[in-house]
């Protein structure tokens, strides 16, 4: 089935600093989305690629693609305190399908 | 805009307890609704979702069952609770889309059963 991984399980940086997060998945997708959750709470949609996009952009967020190795990466520049969370990237089509990995957790220390 | 509810934020149950987790969606109409559990420090599983009012399709053979009543309201059930079922349970929905659809989430019910 598919699955995504994310890669690192726990990452921590300083604020200021670039956090990158990636994810490997095993078959053919029609899209690829990550999520944030923070403690405790639902998660929140943060960006849609498309298997046909090779790279995305929301705000302080680039998303990358390659189905040719089945892998993503998240790129949050210029990191806060407040981004600190769990991120999950999710594989599918449509969302009864979606397959979400295990998490990178964030944390951003001042 | 659309909102979700879940509701309760915690609940402690003993063992052989019934269970109601309800959820609810404002703001539109028709969506797809699921139904996800969540184990401490892992991602999440799909239980249960739902097309249309009374359409249920259970991902899961497990001890819960779901329910869809009204058109945006979404019931979490179990007769008897069992320790395994202890877990962050959320409940979600989209808008339908045949490639590109994504998840709102509620807030979650962190669900303890002892």
């Known amino acids: 089935s598919q699955q995504g991984e994310e890669d690192p399980q726990a990452l921590s940086i300083q604020e200021g600093e670039n956090a990158t997060m990636n994810c490997s998945y095993k078959t053919s997708i029609n899209n690829l989305q990550w999520y944030r959750q923070n403690s405790g709470r639902g998660l929140v949609h943060l960006i849609l690629i498309r298997s046909n996009e090779r790279e995305k952009h929301s705000g302080r967020l680039r998303v990358t693609l390659d189905t040719s190795k089945k892998s993503s990466s998240l790129l949050i520049t210029a990191s806060r305190a407040a981004d600190t969370a769990s991120y999950f990237c999710a594989t599918g089509g449509t969302a009864s399908k979606l397959t979400f990995g295990t998490g990178t957790r964030l944390q951003v220390t001042l | 805009s659309q909102t979700i509810h879940q509701w309760p934020a915690t609940l402690v149950q003993p063992v052989g307890s019934p269970l109601s987790l309800e959820c609810t969606v404002e703001?539109?109409?028709?969506?797809?609704l699921y139904w996800y559990r969540q184990a401490a420090g892992r991602g999440l599983q799909l239980l249960f979702y739902?097309?249309?009012?009374?359409?249920i399709s259970s991902e899961v053979p497990q001890n819960l069952s779901a329910s869809r009543p009204q058109d945006r309201q979404f019931i979490l059930s179990s007769k008897k609770l069992l320790l395994s079922d202890s877990g962050f349970y959320l409940c979600a929905w989209s808008v339908r889309s045949r490639t590109d659809e994504k998840l709102f989430f509620g807030s979650g019910t962190q669900l303890s059963v002892l």
């Open positions: 739902s097309v249309g009012i009374g359409q």
């Open positions: 703001g539109t109409s028709n969506p797809n």
